[in-house]
């Protein structure tokens, strides 16, 4: 909720009002009761209220006050003087109606005047002039002033001119006329991360996605910029303390610095300088101080600027730029607030293209390990993608064809820049217009020139499955099914291990769609994926249990098939000694499996004796393990004997633990109070240690769960 408004008195008059139209509401609906009881008595109570105010209106003339800021005017107007107690209560209405009718027409004219200042306030915004903006937007507020829209709009303009304690101020006036105001927290949260108000910042969005939950996107987007500028105040805070206590790191740095901005040297003082700089900027708080000591100044400076921007090179320049690109790679390595500022500069963008193309092979190069680098993460895939995004991948798929070390870099970038939202639609006029088989074509030639490397193949085709229109379009392809299947028949060697992990990669991400295709491939997809259970490669297994937990929930029969090819079996194998990300898949290809069917209950209670797997799975940190093995409990809990099995174990402790938890996955505590209700309607032996626990809330509470279900 937002704060407290600062100024009370107008708080108190915003509240009067509210209260205000409640009451009229109330009396007006009385006044037109069929309930001859209830009209009097508002008619009795309506002629109160006007002598009330008749009176206070005196008083307010004769001390000549005429400061009312309420929202609306209170004071009565003057009503014609044959109203009297005595007169019928059709003669009253009419005369309220005809005063009804002269404040909704005053309203009206209100509404014209504010929504004309708002347009010319709106106008001055786009032109820049926000002082001008705010004074048409408090003119409209004069005017009317309930209307969120001036207040969001005046608390945009604060904004522009760094008033946040006004543009908050405003912010909080919006949510005073509409709660739901998305532009208010919007705007407020912005407010409050300009004054670092971190905490406050984050309550504001997440109030956005509790009244809005399709603004996902915008809420993650919000979140991570606060995230980042909360991280870039710690590290410079820490970074003045390592300076101020005289650490040599930080003097080295700041002394590079100032060697390197001295004017007049010749070009090979400026390239020594920059690679002993790039030395020095070896970690984050080096990272920082080559940022809060104007570091990025560097190329603003001659001949630095003159070697970077040149057409044609003497190797003395070569050898600058080449240092140039060394250093900003050292310096925003893992650090978005470096990329940021680097990608931000005109030249930087300008050259990076030119750079991309240059006929010296170390320019090349280095060029392509620092767009690599800054394509790590979605803000730096987001800055590349405002460059010639096209023209940029043509570049690299050429540069494939020349060595293997620019082949590595080249195929690692365009997958990670087609995750970029601005890029997606550039991306597909190079890639997704492919087939499924030519773009294992294309897999071929880059693992013949690769060996065995992964950067292509898992790249390219993934990136068209996490592409939202390209997934769509070959989810519904029989022909991309099939040609998976295909390469999914044959992983014995180097390279074709890395086609199946494509295939598997491609597959995981197109199994997020819902289509007939899918469903009519559920079953000899999961049949692949059973066979690869047994591959020699983690990864391939990994892969193929993750795509099994996707495709058996689209066809009853696909788990029919699977639960008879001994799926529950394999699947506690890997819960017993597998990774988290393995075990995730399996726990939640069980819950897909006992969930419809009988055969795959009784073998989960068959081969996990008194269920010690499932047991330790409850106590799991990830949530998702932990609400599926939960689910799957409750559903073998359905085999008789299943839950004596139980007794003298701890489950009445770890259920009880996790249904009265606070995980954020509601899930996690509706699946363990389900199995609770379950554990204990089944084998009422458990009730006693539930009692010792304390747990009857609990179990009264999952009993709504068990009956539902």
């Not at 929202?71 to 109203?83: D, G």
């Not at 002039?129 to 969001?152: H, M, N, S, W």
């Amino acid at each position: 909720p937002p704060a407290m408004l600062r100024d009370e008195d107008t708080e108190a008059d915003f509240q009067r009002f509210l209260r205000r139209v409640d009451e009229v509401a109330n009396l007006l609906q009385g006044l037109s009761s069929s309930d001859s009881a209830v009209r009097e008595e508002a008619f009795a109570e309506t002629e109160k209220r006007l002598r009330e105010e008749g009176a206070s209106r005196e008083e307010e003339e004769e001390s000549r006050t005429t400061v009312n800021r309420t929202v609306i005017n209170t004071s009565v107007r003057a009503f014609p003087s044959e109203i009297k107690a005595g007169h019928t209560s059709g003669a009253f209405l009419a005369a309220l109606e005809k005063d009804a009718k002269e404040r909704a027409r005053r309203r009206k004219r209100n509404e014209q005047l504010a929504n004309a200042l708002k347009e010319k306030g709106n106008e001055a915004f786009r032109e820049g002039d926000f002082a001008l903006a705010i004074q048409r937007y408090t003119e409209g507020l004069e005017k009317l002033r309930d209307k969120q829209e001036l207040y969001t709009n005046r608390a945009q303009a604060y904004l522009k001119l760094h008033e946040y304690e006004k543009a908050i101020s405003d912010c909080e006036w919006a949510l005073k006329c509409n709660k739901n105001c998305l532009k208010a927290y919007f705007l407020m949260g912005k407010a409050h991360l300009a004054l670092q108000h971190f905490s406050e910042c984050r309550q504001c969005y997440e109030k956005m996605l509790q009244i809005d939950p399709q603004k996902e996107n915008l809420f993650k987007a919000c979140v991570n910029e606060a995230s980042l500028e909360e991280r870039r105040v710690r590290d410079e805070e820490r970074a003045a303390r390592e300076a101020q206590a005289g650490s040599a790191a930080a003097a080295s740095i700041q002394e590079l610095l100032q060697r390197i901005s001295t004017p007049g040297q010749d070009i090979l003082y400026y390239t020594a300088g920059i690679r002993l700089l790039a030395e020095a900027v070896n970690n984050c708080t080096g990272q920082t101080l080559f940022r809060t000591n104007n570091g990025f100044s560097i190329l603003g400076k001659e001949p630095v600027r003159g070697a970077f921007c040149a057409e044609r090179r003497s190797p003395a320049e070569v050898e600058l730029c080449v240092s140039l690109l060394l250093l900003w790679q050292a310096a925003c390595a893992g650090n978005e607030v470096n990329q940021r500022l680097l990608l931000a500069q005109p030249e930087v963008s300008a050259q990076l293209p030119e750079l991309l193309s240059s006929g010296t092979p170390e320019i090349r190069r280095e060029t392509l390990a620092l767009i690599s680098l800054c394509s790590e993460n979605e803000s730096g895939r987001r800055l590349l993608a405002r460059q010639d995004l096209a023209g940029r991948l043509q570049t690299l798929m050429e540069l494939a064809k020349t060595t293997d070390e620019e082949a590595d870099s080249a195929t690692s970038i365009p997958s990670d820049l087609i995750a970029a939202d601005r890029s997606q639609t550039q991306g597909r006029v190079l890639l997704s217009r492919a087939s499924f088989t030519e773009l294992m074509v294309w897999n071929d030639l880059t693992l013949g020139m690769q060996g065995a490397g992964t950067a292509l193949p898992v790249g390219t085709p993934g990136s068209l499955g996490a592409d939202a229109e390209a997934r769509a379009r070959l989810a519904r392809s029989r022909e991309c099914w099939q040609a998976c299947l295909d390469e999914c028949s044959d992983g014995s060697s180097p390279e074709s291990s890395e086609r199946v992990l494509a295939a598997l990669g491609l597959m995981m991400n197109l199994l997020l769609e819902s289509s007939d295709t899918i469903q009519d491939f559920a079953v000899p997809i999961s049949a692949r994926c059973l066979a690869l259970l047994g591959h020699q490669d983690g990864r391939i297994v990994t892969g193929a249990t993750g795509v099994l937990s996707r495709a058996l929930p689209a066809s009853p029969s696909a788990v029919e098939e699977a639960v008879k090819g001994g799926v529950v079996k394999k699947m506690l194998k890997f819960l017993k000694a597998a990774g988290q990300l393995t075990a995730s898949y399996a726990i939640k290809t069980l819950s897909v499996c006992t969930k419809s069917s009988r055969q795959a209950q009784e073998e989960l209670v068959k081969w996990d004796k008194r269920f010690r797997v499932l047991l330790r799975l409850l106590e799991s940190e990830n949530e998702l393990i932990v609400g599926n093995a939960a689910f799957c409990l409750s559903q073998c809990l359905l085999v008789p004997g299943a839950a004596a099995s139980l007794l003298g174990s701890n489950v009445v402790l770890l259920l009880l633990r996790q249904a009265g938890g606070d995980a954020q996955r509601s899930s996690v505590q509706q699946n363990s109070a389900i199995a609770l209700g379950r554990l204990c309607k089944a084998e009422p032996r458990h009730i006693p240690q539930l009692r010792k626990l304390n747990g009857f809330a609990i179990l009264s509470w999952a009993m709504k769960y068990v009956h539902s279900s």
